[in-house]
């Protein structure tokens, strides 16, 4: 069965620090997304790769940057978390807008 | 600007009854559309993929329609169950994956 797997299903972080959140998927997509999901507001894309070493800002980049070293894997980071970062953060993979996208099982990040 | 409407919010239904959840959109010129599911705390499943040029798509007690010239989709639910209470989440390819907000479904036993 094809997966996109996140490495943390829960993480706590403390003011300041710098935060990895890493996805990795088995299905040889080009296409790699990262959004985050809050109550009232929905999912919103903060950064999507199209390629390796390739990264493209989505709506609601501050804040944030990703790597994307190998195709299998998209890592988001936040350089200095802060506490309007806590959310539920989603990674998805997909080979193009013509085909579906798989997501993975979210980290639910809390940063306090 | 593509947008992307749910109706409705929220539904609570007995279990056992066939149901429908809608899903509008303003521009038609899309590539596919897509029904997931999200359970509390968890992550989007996937569950019926429509190609624009696809009328329905069947999985199970799952079948999605697409009328692209209308801007509509409906995600309908035979025989539903107490385990089919998730939100229900559509979106369709337009440049990027445009969201819709979600129906929150409760089935009661």
């Known amino acids: 069965d094809v997966k996109v797997t996140q490495s943390s299903r829960y993480l706590v972080k403390r003011t300041g620090e710098k935060v990895f959140l890493e996805c990795v998927q088995d299905?040889?997509?080009?296409?790699m997304f990262w959004y985050r999901q809050d109550p009232g507001l929905g999912l919103r894309l903060i950064y999507f790769s199209y390629d390796v070493k390739m990264k493209e800002k989505g709506d609601i980049p501050e804040g944030y940057s990703v790597s994307r070293e190998k195709k299998e894997r998209f890592s988001l980071i936040l350089e200095s978390a802060s506490t309007n970062q806590t959310s539920m953060y989603l990674c998805?993979?997909?080979?193009?807008?013509?085909?579906?996208?798989?997501f993975g099982s979210g980290t639910r990040l809390t940063v306090v | 600007k593509q947008e992307v409407t749910q109706i409705p919010a929220a539904l609570s239904v007995p279990e056992g009854e066939n149901l429908v959840l809608n899903c509008s959109f303003t521009d038609s010129a899309i590539y596919n559309l897509q029904w997931f599911r999200q359970d509390p705390g968890k992550g989007l499943t996937s569950l019926l993929l429509?190609?624009?040029s696809q009328r329905e798509q069947t999985s199970g007690r799952l079948n999605a329609s697409l009328d692209k010239s209308s801007g509509r989709s409906t995600l309908y639910i035979a025989a539903s169950q107490p385990g089919d209470s998730a939100t229900y989440l559509c979106?369709?390819?337009?440049?990027?994956?445009?969201w819709g907000a979600g129906t929150k479904l409760i089935i009661k036993p």
């Open positions: 429509i190609q624009s």
């Open positions: 998805a993979s997909s080979f193009g807008s013509s085909y579906g996208y798989t």
């Open positions: 979106a369709v390819s337009y440049y990027q994956l445009i």
């Open positions: 299905m040889d997509h080009e296409n």
